[in-house]
């Protein structure tokens, strides 16, 4: 039945679009776009570090507690076992409105000089605020489309990697160039954007349709408009002083593309509207891919540990804690996104000490969300591709990414003439790429039964590689060559005062630390490759096909009672 202008009609197509899947998957990437603030900390670490008087090291320990609390889901991944969406997304907001607002107190002095680990445990709130949004929105999109997911997650992911580069534009607009407001607007803005699409995000019992790739094909290619607008409108802007009414028609365009796939979310929903195809699905109840096993889960859960299912069955959680591959894939993160996050973490600081300008530094800062942007959505769909023609296994694109990246660190660590601009982009993408092929590959390996929970127990690595490259190696080398400079020039630091080094040797041995480190993780990511080939190599989609198979023959039985009789 078409839409005919009748009340009822306008009526039950607006509710169709409201309650629809499509709307659901935008309020997800609306969520991921503003819930990047742990990205940014480049932006905002120098104004801690001078207005609060830090050395290095310990602007290296807030920035680890901010990966801390940014990789630490596993609470937000247990809430999320028992609880609808709504929950971890309310808990979410409120995490990230308490944190970042307390930080913007300090910085603008509106508040006492906190104390170091308060300033640790407003950092790990807000970024710990991530996981519950992600959560929340992130799983439930791929619980509800399990097929493809290696695509959907490099999609869901490539939203964040651009928030940086779509909030620094929001907020040029709303406070000019008052840097110290940044905290408040992060603050703010994805608390806000939770609580408007609180109740969209949902599991839906929706049966998957073979135009869904198309349809994610048109949501990647409006953010890949997105990524382009943005890459130009910041190197203009870098060329060009803007007025803050310049900003604004900038953030103006930035909005009309976030807020594009409207079009596309109406128009599907629409299309299913005419084809009367909600009203022949109403009750086709398809299972959830979390709900099967159900019998094992009656069992006791510690006899089982040390028997887990073949791999790409649903594990139970202490089965996939104690597994080889969940070892292996720890340790693997560990020391490949370990040093990932420290050069992320110390843009700002390593372009300082290399001798770059203010405006070169905000440049490649800003860009950066744009590489992370291009690794995720890229990665994830040719990891998706090679996957199904090829079968190549996913963990091998994972040991490939953490390779490449020992270039940009080489680069940094033997300061090659601009190599922080080619750095940035070498490790931005692969930064980016990783994060689809390790969510994936958990949630392949794992099963999706409990993946709300899995999927952060191997990203708990990333907070103590950060902790073990960044605060004990990177900040700790770091300020012992800025103290042997002053002594060089016969000078002393005075106590609250920054420490700050400079030339090619402050970061010189940090990072032949860490290429060392990430190429350990190379060698331990093989281990995982070769015992997950057997798996790869089969269609790992074969369980989700048959139900939709199945859904499909159902349809048809529901559409006309008398093909069954007929066959």
């Not at 964040?160 to 408040?184: C, E, P």
């Not at 299309?271 to 096993?293: C, G, K, M, V």
């Not at 040093?339 to 372009?351: A, E, K, P, R, V």
């Not at 040719?382 to 996913?394: A, D, M, Q, V």
């Amino acid at each position: 039945m078409g839409v005919h202008g009748t009340w009822a009609d306008i009526k039950g197509f607006a509710l169709q679009v409201l309650t629809g899947q499509w709307l659901m998957l935008f309020a997800s990437f609306l969520m991921m776009t503003s819930a990047g603030a742990s990205y940014m900390f480049g932006l905002y670490s120098n104004d801690i570090k001078s207005v609060l008087g830090y050395n290095q090291s310990t602007l290296n320990m807030i920035s680890f507690f901010k990966d801390l609390g940014a990789n630490i889901g596993i609470f937000s991944g247990l809430i999320n076992e028992v609880t609808p969406p709504w929950v971890v997304l309310s808990i979410g907001a409120a995490f990230n409105f308490f944190g970042y607002f307390m930080i913007w107190l300090a910085v603008t002095e509106k508040i006492a000089k906190p104390q170091v680990w308060h300033m640790c445990l407003y950092i790990t709130m807000g970024a710990n605020s991530h996981t519950f949004i992600n959560t929340g929105a992130f799983v439930t999109c791929v619980k509800n489309f399990p097929r493809s997911r290696g695509f959907l997650i490099g999609l869901l992911n490539g939203y964040i990697g651009l928030s940086a580069a779509v909030i620094v534009q929001l907020y040029h607009a709303f406070y000019g160039d008052d840097t110290k407001s940044f905290t408040l607007f992060v603050a703010w803005l994805p608390s806000a954007v939770s609580l408007i699409f609180l109740r969209t995000i949902r599991i839906m019992k929706v049966i998957p349709q073979k135009k869904y790739y198309k349809v994610l094909c048109k949501f990647l290619y409006i953010s890949l408009g997105l990524a382009g607008y943005l890459l130009i409108i910041i190197i203009v802007e870098q060329k060009v002083n803007f007025t803050q009414i310049e900003y604004g028609g900038s953030a103006a365009i930035v909005l009309f593309l976030l807020f594009l796939p409207l079009a596309v979310v109406v128009a599907e929903e629409y299309s299913s509207w005419r084809t009367n195809q909600s009203l022949s699905t109403a009750n086709i109840e398809i299972p959830s891919p979390d709900s099967t096993h159900v019998d094992q889960n009656k069992l006791s859960c510690w006899k089982q540990v040390f028997s887990p299912p073949e791999i790409g069955e649903d594990h139970t959680i202490l089965q996939a804690v104690f597994s080889i591959e969940m070892l292996t894939l720890f340790l693997t993160t560990l020391c490949g996104i370990g040093g990932m996050l420290t050069l992320m973490d110390n843009l700002g600081q390593i372009g300082t000490a290399l001798g770059y300008s203010l405006e070169s530094i905000s440049t490649f800062v800003s860009l950066t969300s744009i590489w992370i942007y291009l690794g995720e959505v890229m990665v994830g769909l040719l990891s998706e591709i090679f996957i199904t023609k090829y079968k190549c296994p996913r963990p091998l694109m994972f040991t490939f990414s953490l390779f490449l990246s020992c270039i940009g660190y080489l680069l940094i660590a033997f300061n090659v003439p601009n190599g922080l601009y080619v750095a940035s982009i070498i490790t931005g993408f692969c930064f980016g790429g990783v994060w689809p092929l390790l969510f994936s590959i958990t949630s392949e390996i794992f099963g999706l039964r409990h993946w709300s929970t899995l999927n952060n127990v191997g990203a708990m690595a990333c907070p103590l590689g950060s902790y073990l490259l960044n605060v004990k190696v990177t900040g700790y080398l770091y300020d012992r060559e800025a103290e042997k400079q002053l002594r060089a020039l016969g000078l002393k630091r005075n106590p609250g005062e920054e420490l700050n080094c400079s030339g090619g040797q402050c970061f010189k041995l940090p990072f032949i630390i860490i290429t060392a480190v990430t190429l350990l993780g190379v060698l331990v990511s093989l281990v995982l490759v070769f015992r997950t080939r057997k798996f790869y190599n089969s269609d790992i989609y074969k369980k989700f096909k048959d139900e939709t198979r199945a859904a499909e023959s159902e349809t048809v039985v529901a559409k006309n009672p008398n093909v069954e009789h007929q066959s």
